[in-house]
């Protein structure tokens, strides 16, 4: 072999080094209804954990849609009677939006590509009921970041239309969340949220009082399907890979009629 | 619109043009059927009058545009049944049965009873969520008739509506030509 092909060679295996060792995302998809009672109002949980085959930081969270079992009543909920506005969830965080508005709640883990590896907790995520857009429903999503990570972060996800097993389709693009102004983008470890009335209260005039109450979750089928109620969800990353996670709730034993 | 549904709805369903409309394919059919049933009755002896008579009316039009305000009767599952009174050209109890086939779409069954007759229909429609109000927007097609309507007619009416999400009390309106 001439010293120049092994030159080439060797300038072809170093300048591949990075991108060859690049970590490859790997991603587990949690998901529970509270209650799991067949035809009753729940909430939906929703959480997942990114992680990386070589166990360095994963790749920054670009997109995730999340697709959700069929036959999910999202008609008769009383879930998001107000609308949020982005632009007032900024300027003014959460109280800028009526308590009517709200969905759900959660926090989520992220790490800085300076850090430690312990991660960091982000608190505070706000699930908000948007503006529709083409007549879908949009989930706003705020999210209170404290050290390192001092942001407050408002992004949008649309209820699509779902296919085959799946009803509905949240599709979700992430941020990029700067570690320090003009820095890299903090990767997301974690994220756990809800969709539903537990801890939520809302409010209403009633004989001119205002009064609290909770909200009508989104409603589960009456039918549970064989192996459970699908979730599916897939994750973008910023190095362009694609993750899909499956998770499915089981089907709530059947209710024993006292005779 | 059968009376299973267990709602109703307020409103009036179209303003009643009773001009007769008669196509000319109608007009020669009923001469035709009228010429048969004299020869027919000639041929068995009979009364022609009593051959000809429940069928030779003309068909008519209607130029509905009814709106009703619904209450919740009942929901089961991804079904909710409203019931009140139409108001406009036909007018009666109005039963609206809404299912919800997507988180965008909606079918529905209607059944109004105007006076002296029923109507049933069935309709897809858009559905969209905007904070304390949904909406739903499609068309409707009569299918069934009963009594003075019994030949009503119509495939592609305007339905529309708003559901207040706080309470279900639903809007309905529908528009378009109808015979019957």
Redesign the interface.
Known sequence: MSRARIITLALLVLGCLPACAQAAQTVTLHTSFTPDRL?ASTTIGFGFTIGSTTGGLPSPLTHVSLRMPK?M??????L????CKPEALVAKGLSGCSPN?RLGYGSAFVEVPFGQGSGREIPEIEAL?G??HD???VVLFYANGLAPVYAQIVFAGE????EGAF??NLDTTIPQIPSVTNGPPVSIISVQSTIGPSHLTYY?HVHGKLVGYKPQGI?L??KCPHGGFPFSAQFTFLDGSQVIATHSVPCPPPVRRHK | MGRDINSHMEGSMGNKSLRPRTPARLRISSAAFALGAVATAVAFGTGAAGAASPHARAARSLNLNDSAKLHLQN?H??V?KETGTAKGSLGGPLYLQLD?T?????TAQVQVYPKGGSISGSAKA???????T?TFSGTLAITKGGGTYSKAKASALSFSGT?Q??N?AVTVHVSGKMSY
């Open positions: 035809g036959g009543n999202y008609v008769t909920t009383t998001g009677l107000a609308i508005s009921m503006p529709p007549g879908n429903i209820l699509l239309p779902g009803g509905g209403k409603s089928p009456l | 929901k599952g991804l909710l919800v997507s988180t965008r779409s909606v858009s559905y969209s969520v905007a904070g304390s949904a559901i999400r706080s279900d």
